[in-house]
């Protein structure tokens, strides 16, 4: 009962944390700075506005993307460059990073996408009963969104040149998007995620707790992720799909829980930030170690601070110089992939199942065999010609069309 209790209490102030974690827009300094910056709306029936899920940073009614592109971009027409993606944290929205991106990637050798995600959207396909949808967050960013990226700008294709991070929420929202997409992102940045294992008893007080706080009507934990043991939470949990993660590269950082000397005080949140701040921090090595058993090549980072920009303001700097696009496999021999999902992509080869899965799926491929466990009736596509329809379990000889299957992008 005590450590239900701490549980409650320790949710109750992980919920008010996310909550007053409102970093809004910063003030524009230097106009200049922003000279290569590209921002458009990109509305589509996946994420309603109007929603719990779906409502935007200042009320806007269309989510936007900020695009900061390299300096010589327009001047090399025949160049390709590679892309991270960077996810704003709750309360916030794209604006969240307008300008100081400038200052924290000065000459950024890429290009930088910074969509919105809701106030509160979580980055997922809300469970809503059953529904799987609305808003869709996920399918909205990792398809349509990824699709439009791809065919605007000049993106180099191999998953080593794509990475993704995020802060707090976002830090989350980009494990799991890694995990979701592994054939596509090579690299992840995880700052402050809140949280690892989105199973946990803390993420579903925390979560609940947002609307009771004044964080949104609607926005409760079953909502957005079904029951806490259910197999939907399982599904877009990063702790429990780390085995998807065998082969990606993973920079995870977080503060301890002390205030860095040199931050400026804020005495009203100290206590708030720093209890949130720790209990992330928390989660952090757990998730490490799993990550580093499923294969995965883990940077782990504590630092002095708690849960404010100073320390994600010094964090994005030293992910960068870690190297966001360092050497991975673009198509490794064996691979793991488990999903919770109706359809998507694993390494390039399309699923889409006849109905959702009731229970995690997990595929394996170890050369040229694939095996799935679970239930249900899929049909697996990639490249022309290449199909294979089964029900689960099975153990097949892919196809040699499949074989020749290439994460897109």
């Known amino acids: 009962m005590r450590l239900l209790t701490r549980r409650v209490a320790l949710a109750l102030i992980l919920g008010l944390g996310l909550l007053t974690l409102a970093p809004g827009a910063r003030a524009v300094t230097d106009d200049a700075a922003l000279a290569n910056l590209e921002t458009f709306e990109l509305a589509s029936p996946l994420v309603d506005t109007s929603t719990p899920g779906g409502i935007l940073e200042d009320r806007r009614a269309v989510p936007k993307v900020h695009v900061l592109l390299p300096e010589g971009y327009a001047d090399h027409p025949d160049r390709r460059y590679p892309v991270l993606w ?37 980055y997922m396909d809300w469970w809503n009963g059953g529904a799987r949808g609305g808003p869709a967050w996920a399918t909205y960013h990792l398809e349509l969104l990824r699709q439009t990226i791809e065919e605007r700008y000049r993106i180099r294709p191999e998953r080593r040149w794509h990475a993704i991070g995020g802060i707090s929420m976002g830090g989350q929202g980009a494990l ?10 090579g690299s992840v940045a995880a700052f402050s995620a809140a949280l690892p294992d989105m199973q946990s008893l803390v ?47 993973m920079y995870v950082t977080s503060g301890w829980g002390l205030p860095c000397l040199q931050d400026p005080a804020r005495l009203q949140n100290v206590p708030l930030d720093a209890v949130t701040e720790t209990f992330l921090h928390l989660q952090q090595a757990p998730f490490s170690v799993a990550a580093r058993t499923a294969g995965a090549d883990v940077t782990a980072v504590t630092t002095c601070g708690v849960h404010t920009f100073e320390v994600w303001d010094r964090a994005i700097p030293a992910a960068i110089e870690w190297g966001l696009f360092e050497d991975v496999p673009d198509q490794p021999d064996r691979w793991v992939y488990r999903t919770v999902a109706t359809a998507g992509e694993m390494w390039g080869l399309r699923f889409r199942f006849a109905v959702p899965p009731t229970s995690v799926v997990r595929f394996e491929k170890v050369g040229t065999l694939l095996a799935a466990a679970g239930s249900g009736d899929v049909v697996i596509s990639g490249p022309a010609g ?6 689960l379990p099975f153990q097949r000889e892919l196809p040699a069309a499949c074989r020749l299957a290439a994460p897109s992008g």
């Open 86 to 122: 960077l996810l704003h944290g709750a309360n916030g929205g794209t604006d969240t990073w307008i300008p100081g991106i400038t200052k924290l990637a000065p000459d950024f050798p890429g290009i930088i996408v910074m969509p919105d995600g809701g106030q509160f959207g979580m």
């Open 203 to 249: 993420a579903q007080g925390g979560l609940d707790l947002l609307a009771a706080a004044g964080g949104g009507t609607g926005v409760t934990y079953d909502a957005v992720f079904g029951p806490g043991t259910g197999a939907y939470a399982e599904g877009n949990s990063a702790q429990a799909l780390v085995a998807n993660l065998g082969h990606t590269r």
């Open 386 to 391: 290449c199909e294979l329809r089964a029900t």
């Open 176 to 185: 799991r998007y890694a995990a979701l997409l592994p054939g596509y992102f």
